[in-house]
């Protein structure tokens, strides 16, 4: 990245005008994006370990409180709400997205999901009935 920004600021160019100072500049933006959105997954997992340890019930399973807090909806939220709740979580916080981070994110990531889907079936239930 250091050596792209020296390139784009420095007065010699493989070509004349400024088409590949362009194209300099496109792999810059895209590297730097690359890197801040990893930089936020990373972050993502290192907070999002602390919310899935939410309090459960004596008998292992997630209570409809905890369950709203997890995908972090109202208790009086509609089922779309829920459902949009559900689809952001899991985009974000699916193991695949985490593939490149490393093991003890992957794992992290699954223990996460795995949260997320009891947590979506204990509303989905409740609204159900």
Same mark, same amino acid.
């Given at each position: 990245?250091?050596?792209l920004?020296?390139?784009?600021?420095? $007065?010699?160019?493989? !070509?004349? !005008?400024? !088409?590949?100072?362009?194209? +300099? *500049?496109g792999?810059l933006?895209? !590297?730097?994006?690359?890197? #801040?959105?990893?930089?936020?997954?990373?972050?993502?997992?290192?907070?999002?370990q602390s919310?899935?340890?939410? #309090?459960s019930? $004596?008998?292992?399973?997630?209570?409809?409180?905890?369950?709203?807090s997890l995908?972090?909806?109202? *208790?009086?939220?509609?089922?779309?709400?829920?459902? #949009? +709740?559900?689809?952001?979580?899991m985009?974000?916080?699916? $193991?695949?997205?985490?593939a490149h981070?490393?093991?003890?994110?992957?794992?992290k990531?699954?223990?996460?999901a795995?949260?997320?889907?009891? +947590?979506?079936?204990?509303?989905k239930?409740?609204k159900? *009935?």
């Amino acid at each position: 990245m250091i050596i792209l920004i020296i390139y784009i600021i420095s $007065p010699l160019d493989l !070509f004349p !005008f400024v !088409f590949d100072d362009l194209i +300099a *500049s496109g792999f810059l933006i895209y !590297f730097w994006r690359k890197f #801040k959105n990893q930089k936020n997954q990373r972050n993502y997992y290192s907070k999002g370990q602390s919310q899935a340890n939410i #309090k459960s019930k $004596p008998d292992g399973q997630m209570g409809l409180d905890q369950a709203h807090s997890l995908l972090n909806v109202n *208790s009086d939220a509609s089922w779309s709400d829920v459902q #949009k +709740a559900y689809k952001e979580k899991m985009t974000k916080s699916h $193991p695949d997205k985490v593939a490149h981070l490393g093991e003890e994110l992957q794992e992290k990531a699954r223990e996460l999901a795995v949260e997320i889907n009891k +947590a979506y079936n204990i509303i989905k239930s409740h609204k159900r *009935s």
